[in-house]
């Protein structure tokens, strides 16, 4: 699934080189972060991938999924998330895409969820149709808001509209100065209660880990 380059509810990222966001994903989901972003860097972490798939049970062949995975991963950079993944079927289609953006400045205190509630519920690149799911929720790693919307995103040419669900949780982490914004996104509506439970099963394992010291040393 295609992403635009975008801030993703109106705040500029904050630092995230304190710590790592990170999940416990099971095997459905394949990583698609890159550090570099160059397309070396994607095409082999998405030759790296393809090799995870039972060449037995894949309905498309690897030259075009792994073009795809290469793809979605320089597609995903240039909106700047701290962490991408993706949801594939044994056969080798796209699920969902889902991506952690970290917001927040310098010597600003953070919003509440409250405050900030107005900015979750927009997209910058697509419309939202009808209301959309709003609920607050408790993870461990701190309060959340949960937003559940149906967009409709302009397509490249402008030739109508492309559908999609998304599903797109602020996550205020306790003694941390950051938001934490996951989304995650889908096209088949056929699936969307299994990829819904797919992405609330995933929200309350997500932790943060200290990031590698460059130096070598211990932070």
Request: charged share 30%.
């Amino acid at each position: 699934m295609e992403r635009e380059q975008r801030e993703t509810a109106g705040i500029s990222p904050g630092p995230e080189d304190g710590y790592l966001v990170d999940f416990d994903f099971d095997d459905g989901w394949l990583p698609l972060t890159l550090h570099e972003g160059t397309r070396a860097e994607a095409r082999k972490m998405a030759a790296d991938l393809v090799e995870q798939f039972n060449p037995l049970q894949l309905g498309v062949s690897k030259s075009v999924l792994r073009e795809e995975l290469e793809r979605l991963a320089l597609t995903a950079f240039e909106s700047g998330p701290v962490l991408t993944t993706v949801a594939y079927t044994e056969g080798g289609s796209l699920l969902a895409d889902l991506s952690v953006f970290v917001y927040g400045e310098d010597d600003v205190v953070r919003p509440s969820p409250q405050e900030y509630l107005s900015r979750l519920v927009k997209w910058s690149y697509a419309e939202v149709k009808g209301e959309p799911q709003v609920s607050d929720v408790q993870l461990p790693l701190g309060p959340a808001v949960r937003v559940q919307a149906v967009l409709a995103e302009k397509r490249r040419l402008g030739w109508g509209k492309k559908l999609s669900e998304a599903l797109r949780y602020g996550v205020w982490p306790n003694n941390q100065e950051e938001i934490l914004v996951v989304e995650a996104r889908w096209l088949n509506f056929e699936r969307t209660d299994e990829l819904t439970h797919l992405v609330d099963r995933l929200m309350p394992t997500m932790r943060l880990l200290p990031a590698p010291d460059p130096t070598g040393g211990e932070r």
